[in-house]
């Protein structure tokens, strides 16, 4: 069983910034694909950033040029770097692992983090 555990929300100016963190216990072939979704309240859960092997990326529109995802495989962690943040990016995040990225469709992923929370103040 993979447990993922995230770190580094917070509440932030617009125009500022932060960088998610998520630990993996294991990296495998389970976890190929490493993402992060969020979700505001009354809002569906959407894909924000995944990584899969090496440095394939694939950034939503809605952060492209903005949140830049990486990885450390000797810590087992996968890093969301979140600039310019504006009060629309404001949400819970959740890192999520899975065998492979599926399009970003949070339901095909299997295993999850507790959820970091991010509050984005203008």
């Known amino acids: 069983q993979v447990q993922l555990v995230e770190s580094g929300g917070g509440s932030v100016q617009a125009g500022g910034s932060l960088r998610l963190s998520c630990v993996a216990s294991?990296?495998?072939?389970?976890?190929?694909?490493m993402a992060w979704f969020r979700q505001a309240p009354g809002k569906e859960r959407e894909g924000v950033a995944r990584?899969?092997?090496?440095?394939?990326?694939y950034y939503a529109d809605s952060v492209k040029g903005r949140f830049t995802i990486s990885q450390d495989n000797a810590k087992n962690t996968v890093y969301l770097q979140m600039n310019v943040l504006n009060s629309e990016d404001s949400a819970m995040y959740y890192c999520?692992?899975?065998?492979?990225?599926?399009?970003?469709?949070?339901?095909?992923?299997?295993?999850w983090g507790q959820g970091t929370q991010v509050t984005v103040s203008s």
């Open positions: 990584i899969y092997g090496i440095r394939d990326t």
């Open positions: 294991e990296r495998s072939f389970d976890t190929q694909c």
């Open positions: 999520a692992a899975a065998p492979y990225c599926y399009n970003l469709e949070w339901k095909r992923f299997t295993y």
